[in-house]
């Protein structure tokens, strides 16, 4: 399906629940995957402070992101405050270059938090100054797929086009990985994560005839793909 695919987040954990076991699946396939969190995901913790929260997130991110075999990094913005604008958008669309991805995943458009919208827009739109032949240390490059995950929080209008078959392997390296978070493990405001997921990905199976599998809206168009050198 993919030999590199960049994986793009609001916060910390947010691609790691819902991208994680296809990043883990297609790593053991041979692909390179990169996890980007735009902010830290720091204000997600009731009863730790923000500065001790953001240190915590870092360790889990790049902790889970080695988990699968996938690099790990995140921007410096703050969690609740990720802005939709070209500085945010020149800045994944450097990361694009540098890592040349055949594929994007990143929210779904509409979500019940306005990060995770910005970041599915600043996805769409660093994809296209990724393309744009611009002053720039690194040659241009073209994303042919752009696909988006299922998430529970980004469910509005949400519609499923593109089922990836999770093997045992990919399902056990994201479990054990994925439980090294501790909003996923529910220690933050109590939301059974893993096991939402882990039953998505059974009932998503159940769909696709497969024992698990994810769910992704793929949009792409050949069309959203700049010719030329
Ligand atoms: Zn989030």
Same mark, same amino acid.
């Given at each position: 399906m993919s030999k590199s695919v960049l994986a793009i987040g609001g916060h910390i954990g947010d691609m790691d629940l819902t991208a994680g076991p296809t990043l883990a699946k297609l790593v053991l396939e041979g692909a390179s995957a990169t996890i980007v969190a735009l902010?830290?995901?720091? !204000?997600?913790?009731?009863?730790?402070?923000p500065e001790e929260y953001k240190v915590q997130k870092i360790a889990e991110g790049a902790a889970f992101a080695a988990g699968i075999g996938a690099d790990f990094r995140v921007l410096d913005y703050s969690d609740g405050f990720l802005p939709d604008n070209d500085e945010a958008a020149m800045q994944v669309a450097s990361i694009i270059r540098e890592t040349t991805p055949d594929t994007i995943i990143t929210h779904w458009k !509409?979500?019940?938090h306005r990060d995770h919208e910005h970041a599915a827009r600043i996805a769409e739109r660093g994809r296209f100054l990724a393309s744009l032949?611009?002053?720039?240390e690194l040659p241009r490059h073209s994303v042919q797929r752009f696909l988006y995950a299922e998430n529970w929080e980004d469910a509005e209008g949400f519609e499923p086009s593109l089922y990836v078959t999770i093997p045992d392997e990919g399902f056990e390296l994201w479990a054990k990985a994925i439980q090294g978070q501790a909003f996923a493990r529910g220690?933050?405001?109590?939301?059974r994560y893993i096991d939402y997921y882990t039953a998505l990905m059974t009932m998503r199976g159940c769909l696709a005839g497969q024992k698990r599998a994810c769910a992704f809206a793929d949009t792409s168009s050949p069309a959203t793909v700049l010719a030329g050198p």
């Amino acid at each position: 399906m993919s030999k590199s695919v960049l994986a793009i987040g609001g916060h910390i954990g947010d691609m790691d629940l819902t991208a994680g076991p296809t990043l883990a699946k297609l790593v053991l396939e041979g692909a390179s995957a990169t996890i980007v969190a735009l902010t830290y995901g720091e !204000r997600g913790h009731p009863r730790v402070s923000p500065e001790e929260y953001k240190v915590q997130k870092i360790a889990e991110g790049a902790a889970f992101a080695a988990g699968i075999g996938a690099d790990f990094r995140v921007l410096d913005y703050s969690d609740g405050f990720l802005p939709d604008n070209d500085e945010a958008a020149m800045q994944v669309a450097s990361i694009i270059r540098e890592t040349t991805p055949d594929t994007i995943i990143t929210h779904w458009k !509409r979500s019940i938090h306005r990060d995770h919208e910005h970041a599915a827009r600043i996805a769409e739109r660093g994809r296209f100054l990724a393309s744009l032949p611009i002053d720039h240390e690194l040659p241009r490059h073209s994303v042919q797929r752009f696909l988006y995950a299922e998430n529970w929080e980004d469910a509005e209008g949400f519609e499923p086009s593109l089922y990836v078959t999770i093997p045992d392997e990919g399902f056990e390296l994201w479990a054990k990985a994925i439980q090294g978070q501790a909003f996923a493990r529910g220690e933050t405001y109590g939301f059974r994560y893993i096991d939402y997921y882990t039953a998505l990905m059974t009932m998503r199976g159940c769909l696709a005839g497969q024992k698990r599998a994810c769910a992704f809206a793929d949009t792409s168009s050949p069309a959203t793909v700049l010719a030329g050198p």
